[in-house]
């Protein structure tokens, strides 16, 4: 590991906030390197100086962001997007992980990106989680939001609430509670730790009278995990389970798909949120909101999310002080 942790940081789509929010962040950090994978023409644009990147000495001062420039295909006009710029928004994400997985970087911060423009461009893109997976060979993502002390991973994640029912299956229950206990223990340190896991029907399927997954799947599983020594609440009827009491307990939270779980963390946290993805062989971790086109070129979006999101990957990267 470096003396300075060196942190990647992709701003995401060009035209949204993402390139501004860097704007006077990396002198917070002196004793961490925040290196911008971007264009750099398009950070002058927002407002964030930046020096070239140094990957050998001498290495530039400290609290100085860097930039690893990647140019994009057409000028950004802000709160505009251009399909034509997508193809750069995912170079930034090739090289930070990349760069990641050689050991040239520590971790890697995202900002926001727009999956409708990416489609438009002609290229299939779910979100940063799934494309993640693919670029380090992880087999199965988790993403994890964390406000605090409140930490809610998702069974599933950006798919129709249609097909969630279908995806909801013992084996991928399975293996994402592994992979969530043994990153608790691993990147956060937390030896025994507590999971809740929320039912997928209301009132957690009532016996059986609003739906069979919690009898014939969800429980089927924490039993056998249980029997190994895994502490796991649940199901529990998640209209209940974010109550103080049973939040008390816990380490973190198992939701079934997105809407279930991350409207009440968003509720408690939206603005210092933190988006981790677990199951990689890197450390990732992303701001909690969107391109905010509206905002973008304004001056008014506040970094709330990224400075924790840089803070809660620099805990993981095992340098507790920023």
Do not use: W
């Amino acid at each position: 590991m470096p003396t300075r942790p060196c942190i990647a940081v992709t701003p995401g789509e060009p035209a949204g906030i993402g390139p501004e929010l860097l704007k006077d962040l990396a002198p917070r950090y002196p004793n961490v390197r925040l290196v911008a994978i971007a264009d750099p023409q398009v950070l002058r644009q927002a407002g964030c100086p930046s020096v070239p990147f140094a990957s050998i000495d001498p290495l530039p001062a400290p609290g100085t962001l860097e930039c690893l420039p990647v140019q994009v295909a057409k000028p950004v006009i802000p709160g505009t997007l251009n399909p034509a710029n997508a193809a750069y928004v995912l170079e930034t994400l090739r090289i930070a992980a990349e760069g990641c997985l050689n050991g040239q970087f520590s971790a890697m911060v995202t900002g926001p990106v727009h999956k409708g423009v990416i489609n438009d461009a002609g290229i299939p893109f779910t979100g940063h989680t799934e494309y993640l997976a693919n670029l380090t060979a992880a087999p199965l993502p988790v993403m994890m939001l964390a406000a605090g002390q409140l930490r809610v991973a998702l069974l599933t994640t950006h798919v129709p609430l249609r097909k969630v029912a279908d995806l909801v299956t013992a084996e991928r229950l399975e293996r994402i509670l592994r992979i969530l206990a043994a990153d608790l223990t691993d990147r956060y340190a937390i030896l025994h730790p507590t999971i809740l896991v929320a039912g997928l029907n209301p009132h957690a399927g009532e016996q059986g009278h609003l739906g069979d997954e919690e009898q014939n799947i969800i429980t089927p599983v924490l039993d056998k995990l249980r029997a190994e020594g895994m502490n796991l609440i649940g199901p529990l009827p998640a209209d209940t389970l974010f109550t103080p009491p049973h939040l008390a307990t816990a380490d973190a939270v198992l939701a079934m798909y997105h809407d279930q779980g991350l409207p009440v963390l968003k509720h408690v946290g939206f603005g210092h949120a933190v988006n981790i993805t677990l199951g990689l062989p890197i450390i990732r971790t992303s701001v909690d909101h969107g391109t905010a086109l509206d905002l973008a070129g304004s001056g008014q979006a506040s970094a709330g999310s990224l400075i924790a999101a840089i803070e809660e990957a620099i805990r993981l990267t095992g340098c507790l002080r920023p």
